[in-house]
C-alpha cells in the first residue's frame, strides 16, 4: 500500500513537472512570438487604399483612378443578404468564437498530416479575425509561425474591436479578383451593380471568391465557379439565412458577368477624364491620386460632350474623306478562320460606330466583309462571325477631290476593295434610318484638331475633344497642342485699340504696306487673304468682319505691340509675346483653351476666369478640399430658412481686364463678323453669336472661335506635323462649319437672348461704309454703333487735310502710309 502511494505520489509529482513545463513552454513561446507581433492597435486609424472617382456635373461616372480597385462601405450599409453569405461560405461561427475556431483547426491538421509530403498546400482554418490580421498585419508566409502568430494577433483583436469592426475590416480589404478589393468594388467590377442590387446567386459567387479568386473565374472556370457558388448557396439555406425557394432559384440562375470597363465611363470623355486625372496628380501626387479615395466632381456636361464629339469626328471625316480614299489599314491572309487572325489586329475601340472588318469577297456591286470578333471576359475570342455589305453606294466617296468633276465615275466597289484589306465600315444611313446589312467604307482622318466648350462666367470647361481618338493618341490637342492661332488673335488687337482711344467707326487704309524689321531683316509686305487685293478706307468694324491683315498691322503699328503683348499676357493667351508686328496677326503659338478663356473674358464684360474642369474635390471623409468657385454668396446660409429676406448676391470680386464698354464693342464688331462676314455660316444656329474665324500661313491651321451670352466654343483643325490643309481650307469654310453644327445642338433649346450692353455705352446710327452719322434723305446701309460716352460721331464733320489719287485721306506733306487713321471730327 505505502508502494502504491509512493507510486501515485511519484505520478502526480512527474504530471505536475510536466504540467508546470508545458505551461512554462507555452508561456514562453507565447512570449517569444508575442515580443515581435506588428502593433494591432493601427487597425483603430487604419485607412485603406481607395480609389479615386471622377464624376461629370450631372453625377454619371467619368472615371475611376486606383492600384486596387476599392470602395470603402461601412458595415451598416451592407446588406444581410451579402455579410451572411461571406459568414456561410468563409466563418458561420464568426459572432460567437473569440478569434479562433478550434475545431476548423483540427481539421487542418489532420488534413495537413494526409497531405504531408504532397506538396500540396496545407488546408487554412482561418477565422475572419485571423484573416484580418494576416492581410492587414501579417505576410502570406506558409508556416507555423505565421500561423502562431495570426491566432495571438487574432485573440487580441476580437478583445480590442467588436465583431462589427472587424468584419467591415475583412470585406473591405479582401481581394476579390479581377482587380478588385473589396466586396462593393468586386460588386461593380463583376455584376456593374451595387452592393444592395446583388442577387442571392451574385452574392454567394462573391463570397465564394476569397478561397481561389483566379481559380474561380466567371469565364475561364465556369463550372468550377458554378459549383462553388452554389455550395455557398447550401450553407446560407442550411444556417436559415434563405428560403428553400431562394436557394433553388439561385441555383438556376447562370454566371452572367457584365464587367465595367477601367476607360472613361462616359461616351466621348476619355481626353476630359485623362486631363483631370493629370490634374490631381499634379495637385496632390500619386498616392493621394490612386489611394486616397477623392470624390472629384468634374465641370463635364456629358449631353454637350457628345455633341461636341460627335460635331468634331463629322468635321475631321468630312474633310479627309475630300481628300480621297488612302487605301486600307492592313492587308491580312483570310484562309482559315479569319476571326482568329483580325482579332489579333490593333482597332480603335472609342469610335463606335465604327467597326473593324476584313474585306472577304469583292464584286463590281459589293463587297462582303466579316467584323473583328470581341473577346469574352477572359480573353477568349468570341465564334461568333458577323457579316455585312458594302454596296457601290457605301464607296462613292472614294472618289478622289482631284478628279476633274466630269472624270470618269466610280463604276465598281472592286476598283476599291479587294480580299484582304482590312479596314473600318459603319451602318450605311439613308433617310436617317440604317440599311439592314448594308454598310459604309470608312477610313481614320489624317488630320486632327480640338474643340472646347466653356462657360465664360465661371470658366467651366463643359465639354473638351482632344482628337479623333482617345485610343489612337492620349495627345490632348485642346491643352498640349502649341498652334498658331491666326486672324483669332485680331480681337485682342482691337480691344487694345479700343482702350485706347480708337472706335468701331475709326476709318483706316486697307492697301500696301512695306515693314522695314532692321538689318539684316529685310522689308515685310503683309497680304491680306485674298493676295493683291484691297479695299482702301475702311472702319474698323468692316476689317474685323473680313479679317483685313494690313489693317490690324497699321492698328498694332500705331497702338504699340508692346502694350499688345501686355493685353496677350492679360488675357492669358501668351506668356510673353515678341515685339514683331507678325505676331499681331497670331504668328505666335497657344492653345485651344487659352483662346477660349480669352475669349470667355470678352464675353463675360471683361472678368478674369480662370478655366477648370474641376468644380469641387472631396476627401474620403467627405470634406471639401478644392472648390473652384471663390465667389461670396451672401445670404445663401438662412438660419431658420426664407422670411422673406432679401435675395442671395453673389459678390465678385475677380479683377478686372478689360473695360465692359470695350468688351461689348468688340463683341458687337464680331456679331458683324457672324452676321455678314467671314463666319456668316452660322447665322443658321438661330441664335445671337459672336466669332472670330482665323486661317495660318499656307493653310497649316484654321480656326474658329465664337460665343453665345452663356457659351464659348472654340476649335482647330491642322495636321499633327503641320503641312497646308490645301488652298480651299479656311476658317469660315472649314472650321466654322463645325462649330455651326455643334451650337445648332446646344443651343437649340435655348432662348434668343441678346448680349447684354453695359452702363455707358451709347448706341449710335451711323453708315456702316463711313462710320459716320448718315445725312438725312442718304442711300447707303446703316447700323447701329456702340460708343463709349463722347466718342459717338458729331452731327456735323470738319474734315482737315487732302485725299491722295486713290482716295486715301492724309495730312499736307505726310506720306499715304505713315498716317492711316481718321477719327470723327477729323484727321489725325
Given at each position: 500500500m505505502r508502494l502504491l502511494v509512493r507510486f501515485v505520489g511519484f505520478l502526480f509529482t512527474a504530471g505536475t513537472v510536466v504540467f508546470l513545463v508545458g505551461v512554462a513552454g507555452v508561456a514562453g513561446a507565447i512570449w517569444h512570438f508575442s515580443k515581435d507581433l506588428p502593433d494591432y492597435s493601427q487597425l483603430q486609424d487604419y485607412e485603406p487604399p481607395v480609389m479615386t472617382r471622377i464624376h461629370a456635373s450631372d453625377g454619371a461616372l467619368l472615371g475611376e483612378y486606383a492600384k486596387e480597385r476599392r470602395l470603402y462601405l461601412p458595415i451598416q450599409a451592407m446588406p444581410k443578404l451579402v455579410t451572411n453569405a461571406f459568414l456561410a461560405a468563409e466563418d458561420k461561427n464568426f459572432y460567437e468564437h473569440g478569434g479562433m475556431d478550434f475545431t476548423g483547426m483540427a481539421r487542418a491538421a489532420v488534413a495537413y498530416v494526409q497531405n504531408f509530403g504532397s506538396n500540396k498546400?496545407?488546408?487554412?482554418?482561418?477565422?475572419?479575425?485571423?484573416?484580418?490580421?494576416?492581410?492587414?498585419?501579417?505576410?502570406?508566409?506558409?508556416?507555423?509561425?505565421?500561423?502562431?502568430?495570426?491566432?495571438?494577433?487574432?485573440?487580441?483583436?476580437?478583445?480590442?474591436?467588436?465583431?462589427?469592426?472587424?468584419?467591415?475590416?475583412?470585406?473591405?480589404?479582401?481581394?476579390?479578383?479581377?482587380?478588385?478589393?473589396?466586396?462593393?468594388?468586386?460588386?461593380?467590377?463583376?455584376?456593374?451593380?451595387?452592393?444592395?442590387?446583388?442577387?442571392?446567386?451574385?452574392?454567394?459567387?462573391?463570397?465564394?471568391?476569397?478561397?481561389?479568386?483566379?481559380?474561380?473565374?466567371?469565364?475561364?472556370?465556369?463550372?468550377?465557379?458554378?459549383?462553388?457558388?452554389?455550395?455557398?448557396?447550401?450553407?446560407?439555406?442550411?444556417?436559415?439565412?434563405?428560403?428553400q425557394a431562394d436557394a433553388d432559384k439561385a441555383r438556376k440562375e447562370p454566371l452572367v458577368v457584365a464587367s465595367r470597363s477601367n476607360a472613361a465611363h462616359t461616351f466621348a470623355g476619355e481626353y476630359f477624364a485623362e486631363e483631370v486625372r493629370r490634374d490631381i496628380f499634379e495637385r496632390y501626387g500619386e498616392k493621394k491620386l490612386y489611394e486616397g479615395g477623392l470624390s472629384v466632381r468634374a465641370t463635364l456636361d456629358p449631353k454637350l460632350q457628345v455633341m461636341a464629339r460627335k460635331a468634331m469626328a463629322a468635321g475631321l471625316v468630312n474633310f479627309d474623306e475630300a481628300q480621297g480614299w488612302r487605301g486600307p489599314v492592313s492587308k491580312l491572309d483570310i484562309s482559315g478562320d479569319w476571326g482568329v487572325k483580325l482579332a489579333d489586329v490593333k482597332s480603335l475601340s472609342d469610335i463606335s460606330p465604327w467597326r473593324m472588318a476584313v474585306v472577304l469577297e469583292t464584286s463590281d456591286q459589293s463587297a462582303r466583309i466579316g467584323f473583328q470578333p470581341g473577346r469574352e471576359l477572359g480573353g477568349a475570342i468570341s465564334k461568333d462571325r458577323q457579316t455585312g455589305l458594302i454596296m457601290l453606294e457605301g464607296v462613292r466617296w472614294t472618289r478622289p477631290a482631284s478628279m476633274p468633276a466630269r472624270g470618269k465615275a466610280l463604276s465598281s466597289v472592286s476598283q476599291i476593295l479587294s480580299p484582304g484589306d482590312v479596314i473600318y465600315a459603319d451602318p450605311l444611313i439613308k433617310d436617317g434610318n440604317p440599311v439592314e446589312g448594308q454598310y459604309r467604307l470608312r477610313q481614320l482622318p489624317e488630320v486632327s484638331g480640338a474643340m472646347v466648350a466653356m462657360d465664360p462666367w465661371t470658366g467651366r470647361v463643359l465639354a473638351m475633344v482632344g482628337g479623333f481618338s482617345?485610343?489612337?493618341?492620349?495627345?490632348?490637342?485642346?491643352?498640349?497642342?502649341?498652334?498658331?492661332?491666326?486672324?483669332?488673335?485680331?480681337?485682342?488687337?482691337?480691344?487694345?485699340?479700343?482702350?485706347?482711344?480708337?472706335?468701331?467707326?475709326?476709318?483706316?487704309?486697307?492697301?500696301?504696306?512695306?515693314?522695314d524689321q532692321g538689318p539684316g531683316a529685310g522689308v515685310w509686305r503683309p497680304e491680306n487673304f485674298s493676295v493683291g487685293s484691297y479695299r482702301g478706307p475702311i472702319t474698323l468694324r468692316e476689317a474685323l468682319k473680313w479679317s483685313v491683315n494690313t489693317v490690324t498691322v497699321r492698328l498694332a503699328q500705331d497702338v504699340g505691340?508692346?502694350?499688345?503683348?501686355?493685353?496677350?499676357?492679360?488675357?492669358?493667351?501668351?506668356?510673353?509675346?515678341?515685339?514683331?508686328?507678325?505676331?499681331?496677326?497670331?504668328?505666335?503659338?497657344?492653345?485651344?483653351?487659352?483662346?477660349?478663356?480669352?475669349?470667355?473674358?470678352?464675353?463675360?464684360?471683361?472678368?478674369?476666369?480662370?478655366?477648370?474642369?474641376?468644380?469641387?474635390?472631396?476627401?474620403?471623409?467627405?470634406?471639401?478640399?478644392?472648390?473652384?468657385?471663390?465667389?461670396?454668396?451672401?445670404?445663401?446660409?438662412?438660419?431658420?430658412?426664407?422670411?422673406?429676406?432679401?435675395?442671395?448676391?453673389?459678390v465678385d470680386r475677380r479683377e478686372l481686364v478689360l473695360d465692359p464698354m470695350t468688351a461689348y464693342q468688340i463683341t458687337s464688331m464680331m456679331e458683324g463678323v457672324v452676321q455678314g462676314g467671314t463666319a456668316s455660316v452660322l447665322r443658321q444656329v438661330g441664335k445671337p453669336i459672336a466669332g472670330k474665324t482665323g486661317t495660318t500661313s499656307d493653310g497649316k491651321d484654321v480656326w474658329f472661335i465664337g460665343f453665345s451670352p452663356d457659351l464659348v466654343v472654340g476649335l482647330y483643325l491642322g495636321y499633327d506635323k503641320p503641312r497646308s490643309l490645301g488652298r480651299a481650307a479656311q476658317g469660315g469654310h472649314t472650321a466654322a462649319p463645325i462649330v455651326k453644327d455643334f451650337m445648332k445642338l446646344a443651343l437649340a433649346d435655348k432662348p434668343a437672348t441678346p448680349f447684354k450692353v453695359p452702363p455707358g455705352i451709347r448706341l449710335v446710327r451711323v453708315d456702316a461704309k463711313s462710320g459716320m452719322r448718315p445725312n438725312p434723305g442718304e442711300g447707303g446701309r446703316t447700323i447701329l454703333e456702340a460708343f463709349k460716352p463722347g466718342t459717338a460721331p458729331p452731327d456735323n464733320y470738319a474734315v482737315v487735310g487732302v485725299v491722295d489719287d486713290g482716295g486715301v485721306p492724309m495730312q499736307p506733306g505726310i506720306p499715304p502710309d505713315a498716317t492711316n487713321v481718321m477719327r470723327p471730327g477729323g484727321l489725325y
Amino acid at each position: 500500500m505505502r508502494l502504491l502511494v509512493r507510486f501515485v505520489g511519484f505520478l502526480f509529482t512527474a504530471g505536475t513537472v510536466v504540467f508546470l513545463v508545458g505551461v512554462a513552454g507555452v508561456a514562453g513561446a507565447i512570449w517569444h512570438f508575442s515580443k515581435d507581433l506588428p502593433d494591432y492597435s493601427q487597425l483603430q486609424d487604419y485607412e485603406p487604399p481607395v480609389m479615386t472617382r471622377i464624376h461629370a456635373s450631372d453625377g454619371a461616372l467619368l472615371g475611376e483612378y486606383a492600384k486596387e480597385r476599392r470602395l470603402y462601405l461601412p458595415i451598416q450599409a451592407m446588406p444581410k443578404l451579402v455579410t451572411n453569405a461571406f459568414l456561410a461560405a468563409e466563418d458561420k461561427n464568426f459572432y460567437e468564437h473569440g478569434g479562433m475556431d478550434f475545431t476548423g483547426m483540427a481539421r487542418a491538421a489532420v488534413a495537413y498530416v494526409q497531405n504531408f509530403g504532397s506538396n500540396k498546400r496545407p488546408q487554412g482554418a482561418s477565422t475572419i479575425t485571423q484573416q484580418v490580421a494576416k492581410n492587414f498585419l501579417l505576410t502570406n508566409e506558409v508556416s507555423f509561425t505565421r500561423k502562431i502568430k495570426e491566432a495571438l494577433l487574432a485573440m487580441r483583436i476580437e478583445r480590442a474591436y467588436s465583431k462589427d469592426r472587424i468584419l467591415e475590416l475583412y470585406l473591405n480589404e479582401i481581394y476579390l479578383g479581377l482587380g478588385a478589393y473589396g466586396i462593393a468594388a468586386a460588386s461593380l467590377v463583376y455584376f456593374d451593380k451595387s452592393v444592395n442590387e446583388l442577387t442571392v446567386a451574385e452574392a454567394a459567387y462573391l463570397a465564394a471568391l476569397p478561397k481561389a479568386p483566379g481559380t474561380l473565374h466567371p469565364v475561364r472556370n465556369r463550372d468550377r465557379s458554378i459549383e462553388r457558388r452554389n455550395y455557398v448557396i447550401d450553407r446560407l439555406l442550411e444556417n436559415g439565412w434563405i428560403k428553400q425557394a431562394d436557394a433553388d432559384k439561385a441555383r438556376k440562375e447562370p454566371l452572367v458577368v457584365a464587367s465595367r470597363s477601367n476607360a472613361a465611363h462616359t461616351f466621348a470623355g476619355e481626353y476630359f477624364a485623362e486631363e483631370v486625372r493629370r490634374d490631381i496628380f499634379e495637385r496632390y501626387g500619386e498616392k493621394k491620386l490612386y489611394e486616397g479615395g477623392l470624390s472629384v466632381r468634374a465641370t463635364l456636361d456629358p449631353k454637350l460632350q457628345v455633341m461636341a464629339r460627335k460635331a468634331m469626328a463629322a468635321g475631321l471625316v468630312n474633310f479627309d474623306e475630300a481628300q480621297g480614299w488612302r487605301g486600307p489599314v492592313s492587308k491580312l491572309d483570310i484562309s482559315g478562320d479569319w476571326g482568329v487572325k483580325l482579332a489579333d489586329v490593333k482597332s480603335l475601340s472609342d469610335i463606335s460606330p465604327w467597326r473593324m472588318a476584313v474585306v472577304l469577297e469583292t464584286s463590281d456591286q459589293s463587297a462582303r466583309i466579316g467584323f473583328q470578333p470581341g473577346r469574352e471576359l477572359g480573353g477568349a475570342i468570341s465564334k461568333d462571325r458577323q457579316t455585312g455589305l458594302i454596296m457601290l453606294e457605301g464607296v462613292r466617296w472614294t472618289r478622289p477631290a482631284s478628279m476633274p468633276a466630269r472624270g470618269k465615275a466610280l463604276s465598281s466597289v472592286s476598283q476599291i476593295l479587294s480580299p484582304g484589306d482590312v479596314i473600318y465600315a459603319d451602318p450605311l444611313i439613308k433617310d436617317g434610318n440604317p440599311v439592314e446589312g448594308q454598310y459604309r467604307l470608312r477610313q481614320l482622318p489624317e488630320v486632327s484638331g480640338a474643340m472646347v466648350a466653356m462657360d465664360p462666367w465661371t470658366g467651366r470647361v463643359l465639354a473638351m475633344v482632344g482628337g479623333f481618338s482617345f485610343d489612337q493618341s492620349q495627345f490632348n490637342r485642346a491643352t498640349q497642342a502649341y498652334r498658331q492661332p491666326g486672324s483669332t488673335f485680331k480681337p485682342l488687337v482691337y480691344s487694345a485699340a479700343m482702350d485706347n482711344g480708337y472706335t468701331p467707326s475709326t476709318i483706316m487704309v486697307d492697301g500696301p504696306i512695306e515693314i522695314d524689321q532692321g538689318p539684316g531683316a529685310g522689308v515685310w509686305r503683309p497680304e491680306n487673304f485674298s493676295v493683291g487685293s484691297y479695299r482702301g478706307p475702311i472702319t474698323l468694324r468692316e476689317a474685323l468682319k473680313w479679317s483685313v491683315n494690313t489693317v490690324t498691322v497699321r492698328l498694332a503699328q500705331d497702338v504699340g505691340m508692346p502694350l499688345i503683348g501686355e493685353y496677350a499676357k492679360r488675357f492669358g493667351v501668351y506668356d510673353e509675346l515678341p515685339n514683331y508686328l507678325s505676331y499681331s496677326l497670331g504668328a505666335g503659338e497657344t492653345t485651344v483653351m487659352r483662346m477660349v478663356t480669352a475669349y470667355s473674358m470678352l464675353a463675360n464684360g471683361g472678368r478674369r476666369v480662370k478655366p477648370t474642369l474641376i468644380d469641387r474635390i472631396q476627401d474620403r471623409y467627405g470634406r471639401t478640399i478644392f472648390k473652384h468657385d471663390a465667389r461670396e454668396c451672401r445670404g445663401c446660409d438662412a438660419p431658420g430658412g426664407w422670411k422673406n429676406q432679401p435675395e442671395p448676391q453673389l459678390v465678385d470680386r475677380r479683377e478686372l481686364v478689360l473695360d465692359p464698354m470695350t468688351a461689348y464693342q468688340i463683341t458687337s464688331m464680331m456679331e458683324g463678323v457672324v452676321q455678314g462676314g467671314t463666319a456668316s455660316v452660322l447665322r443658321q444656329v438661330g441664335k445671337p453669336i459672336a466669332g472670330k474665324t482665323g486661317t495660318t500661313s499656307d493653310g497649316k491651321d484654321v480656326w474658329f472661335i465664337g460665343f453665345s451670352p452663356d457659351l464659348v466654343v472654340g476649335l482647330y483643325l491642322g495636321y499633327d506635323k503641320p503641312r497646308s490643309l490645301g488652298r480651299a481650307a479656311q476658317g469660315g469654310h472649314t472650321a466654322a462649319p463645325i462649330v455651326k453644327d455643334f451650337m445648332k445642338l446646344a443651343l437649340a433649346d435655348k432662348p434668343a437672348t441678346p448680349f447684354k450692353v453695359p452702363p455707358g455705352i451709347r448706341l449710335v446710327r451711323v453708315d456702316a461704309k463711313s462710320g459716320m452719322r448718315p445725312n438725312p434723305g442718304e442711300g447707303g446701309r446703316t447700323i447701329l454703333e456702340a460708343f463709349k460716352p463722347g466718342t459717338a460721331p458729331p452731327d456735323n464733320y470738319a474734315v482737315v487735310g487732302v485725299v491722295d489719287d486713290g482716295g486715301v485721306p492724309m495730312q499736307p506733306g505726310i506720306p499715304p502710309d505713315a498716317t492711316n487713321v481718321m477719327r470723327p471730327g477729323g484727321l489725325y
